[in-house]
């Protein structure tokens, strides 16, 4: 084999495994955000300590494409005597932003919503101490279509 062939055929393998290690480390998905990253993030419930209960959740589910696209949570802090409404994104649906929504209503109190085109979670926080709350949490599905969520009516989790 002349000098010339296999210095190419050097290259092209040497080539080949850039692309594939780089192919490798590109595919890697990055880590998913998760509830209990909501819960302490100050976008999120914003409870540094991370302590909470969970009082309800609900799946949110694409029907029309067969995929999950997110969970709703009712959680409470006994520190904070906050509730917290938690719309996470999960699976495709994390890390592609549309529109998500998540509201706290608290009888007697003014309502909380934190509504938008969201990657990762909306999260609406209130003093609920005392109280009864309702809740909703929205995702639009990521591939066009309809707004996919889930809401209660009936006022829970009283006192």
């Known amino acids: 084999m002349s000098r010339l062939y296999r210095r190419m055929f050097a290259r092209l393998g040497i080539t080949v495994g850039l692309v594939l290690a780089s192919i490798t480390f590109v595919a890697t998905p990055a880590s998913a955000h998760t509830i209990g990253e909501a819960v302490v993030s100050p976008q999120g ?19 029309q494409n067969n995929m999950p696209l997110g969970e709703v949570y009712v959680l409470w802090s006994g ?31 003014s309502t909380i919503r934190d509504e938008g085109n969201y990657s990762h979670f909306a999260a609406a926080k209130g003093k609920a101490a005392g109280t009864c709350i309702r809740w909703t949490g929205s995702i639009a599905a990521i591939y066009g279509g309809r707004i996919h969520g889930t809401t209660v009516t009936e006022w829970q989790h009283c006192g």
């Open 45 to 63: 419930c914003n409870w540094s300590n991370g302590g909470y209960t969970q009082l309800r959740r609900t799946d949110l589910w694409d029907n």
């Open 79 to 109: 520190t904070y005597q906050e509730n917290c409404i938690v719309t996470l994104r999960v699976g495709r649906a994390d890390g592609v932003a549309s529109y998500t929504e998540a509201v706290l209503e608290r009888q007697g109190m």
